[in-house]
Nanobody, 126 residues
Framework: QVQLVESGGGSVQPGGSLRLSCAAS????????MGWYRQAPGKERELVAV?????????DYADSAKGRFAISRDNAKNTIYLEMNNLKTEGTATYYC??????????????????WGQGTQVTVST
């Protein structure tokens, strides 16, 4: 019922930049928060950054992302972006968009779901 579609992954040299996009669509009534996780080969999925939607919303970053990554949002389009600068080789991973979504045809009978995108690959290498 709710789809998250990511784009913007690719290959970049260390020190380079990439911008990821994630658009949510479907039977969305509201979104509480959206963010990004990543999973490197042989490792568990980890939080990169998450942003709470709405007035007074805040964004929290993993220590590895602070100062180099930035989330921005287009709430009208249910879209979130991740600007990644000064990428390091340890940033090589599949990046997944995440959203906590109130879904349904109407508020009555709606439900909250954890939604994930299909993932987009980011490779940082010389």
């Amino acid at each position: 019922q709710v789809q998250l579609v990511e784009s913007g992954g690719g290959s970049v040299q260390p020190g380079g930049s990439l911008r990821l996009s994630c658009a949510a669509s479907g039977s969305i009534i509201s979104i509480n928060h959206m963010g990004w996780y990543r999973q490197a080969p042989g490792k568990e999925r980890e939080l990169v950054a998450v942003s709470t939607i709405g007035v007074g919303g805040r964004t929290d970053y993993a220590d590895s992302a602070k100062g180099r990554f930035a989330i921005s949002r287009d709430n009208a389009k249910n879209t979130i972006y991740l600007e990644m600068n000064n990428l390091k080789t340890e940033g090589t991973a599949t990046y997944y968009c995440y959203a906590f979504v109130q879904a349904g045809a109407s508020r009555r009978g709606s439900h909250w779901d954890d939604c994930w995108g299909q993932g987009t690959q980011v490779t940082v290498s010389t």
